[in-house]
């Protein structure tokens, strides 16, 4: 693997027989709902829950969602570094 890839593998709610395969996809993408709660865990740290609404729109074919929706194993060779490189000489000229 290269430096700084880490491999995410999501599983279908399904019984092991009723999986369709295993399929190597992108990440997905899913619009997450509105609903925040405040809540506090166990040692009275709050944190925020993202509530059950979500916009569950067809998923792109290739993604992690669209293979697990298909019933099958996505493995997602994830990269670690978000930097958004095309960005960084824009910000160079803006800040120079």
């Known amino acids: 693997m290269a ?7 999501n599983f279908p709610d399904v019984v092991p027989a009723a999986v369709t395969g295993i399929e190597v996809t ?8 509105d ?8 040692r ?10 979500r916009d569950e729109a067809p998923s792109a074919p290739g993604t992690d969602l669209a293979a697990v929706n298909a019933g099958a194993v996505s493995v997602t060779p994830v990269f670690l570094d ?4 095309p960005a960084l000489a ?3 000229e803006l800040f120079a």
Not at 26 to 33: H, L, P, S, T
Not at 44 to 53: C, H, L
Not at 82 to 85: A, G, I, L, Q
Request: charge should be positive.
């Open 35 to 42: 609903n925040l709660v405040e809540r506090v865990d166990p």
């Open 26 to 33: 992108r990440q997905g993408r899913r619009k997450i709902g």
């Open 44 to 53: 009275g740290v709050p944190y925020y829950w993202i509530g059950p609404m």
């Open 3 to 9: 430096a700084n890839t880490l491999v995410n593998v």
């Open 82 to 85: 978000f930097t958004n490189v």
């Open 90 to 92: 824009a910000l160079t």
